[in-house]
């Protein structure tokens, strides 16, 4: 199986400022289709998962566009431009490009 | 609105079997895949299972492969985790999830399996 690995596990940030979670995945999640199922979602306390980005880079319905991401084969990149206090929880990236389908073990923002 | 509404969960014990829906409204449930994911307490997200629109598929991760089926009620909007054999380790809230890798999530129903 795909093993996805997230940086940091933990991280600290100041209201409006800016935040970044990186994920690695032990093999491309290029798609036989061409297409990359990597997707971020964000966990707020005692609240299911919610999608944020799919395919890469692309805003789901409703996510603010503080929100971004990056990358490319095995490393991809999710980005806060700057941090509210909305943002807190657990960040997880996962991949659909292959069963069984995996998630990173999650980072926890919090604010200073 | 996508609505995704779980129920069933509950207290069995190991061994024991339990049948867990979801609800879908607000979309056409026959035209999306529907995946089960599973969240241990304090612990982090385990994709379970998936189903194929037509219901004609279906996908397993391996620790439940053999003891968990996948369904579907198109005319119902309904989908369904038929989970046997449950050990300890399957204590879980089990979400339900629109579309292949998921875009809308339910809420959830917490499964605990214990004696």
Known sequence: EIVMTQTPLSSLVTLGQPASISCRSSRSLVHSDGNTYLRWLHQRPGQPPRLLIHMISHRFSGVPDRFSGSGAGTEFTLRISRVEAEDVGLYYCMQGSQFPYTFGQGTKVEIK | ?115
């Not at chain 2, 509404?5 to 879908?24: D, F, M, T």
């Not at chain 2, 307490?41 to 439940?64: C, H, M, Q, R």
């Open chain 2, 1 to 115: 609105e996508v609505q995704l509404l779980e129920s069933g969960g509950g207290l069995v014990q190991p061994g024991g079997s339990l049948r867990i829906s979801c609800a879908g409204s607000g979309f056409t449930f026959s035209s999306y895949a529907m995946t089960w994911v599973r969240q241990a307490p304090g612990k982090g997200l385990e994709w379970v299972s998936t189903i194929v629109s037509a219901g004609d598929n279906t996908f397993y991760a391996d620790s439940v492969k053999g003891r968990f089926t996948i369904s579907r009620d198109n005319p119902q909007n309904t989908l369904y985790l038929q989970m046997n054999t449950l050990r300890a380790e399957d204590t879980a809230v089990y979400f339900c999830v629109r579309n292949w890798a998921g875009d809308y999530w339910g809420q959830g129903t917490l499964v605990i399996v214990s004696s």
